[in-house]
């Protein structure tokens, strides 16, 4: 069975850091391209990184330069490290392996002004 289990979301002020933990089970990791999706409220969601097999990286723009997506093939772990936080990044956070598409619970990121 398919789990992907996100941690280290938050409350965080801005311009602060968090950085994003995605462990996967159930799937082949090294073999999936991988994302990270968000839903902020009221929003539809959006998605805001992917990381290839072979670790190429793309960024919705308005993160480009402050969030830097990575993975670990051997713990079977995604991160998303996320720099200068902004009030409008606030949102849930989601784990998404791809394809096709698995989700994990989404974990919730605050950032506060």
């Known amino acids: 069975q398919v789990q992907l289990v996100e941690s280290g979301g938050g409350l965080v002020q801005a311009g602060g850091s968090l950085r994003l933990s995605c462990a996967a089970s159930?799937?082949?990791?090294?073999?999936?391209?991988m994302a990270w999706y968000r839903q902020a409220p009221g929003k539809q969601r959006e998605l805001v990184a992917t990381?290839?097999?072979?670790?190429?990286?793309s960024y919705v723009d308005s993160v480009k330069g402050r969030f830097a997506i990575s993975r670990d093939n051997a713990k079977s772990t995604m991160y998303l490290q996320m720099n200068n936080l902004k009030p409008e990044d606030t949102a849930v956070y989601y784990c998404?392996?791809?394809?096709?598409?698995?989700w994990g619970q989404g974990t919730q990121v605050t950032v506060s002004s």
């Open positions: 998404v392996a791809l394809y096709p598409m698995a």
């Open positions: 159930g799937i082949i990791f090294s073999g999936r391209a």
């Open positions: 990381i290839g097999t072979g670790g190429g990286t």
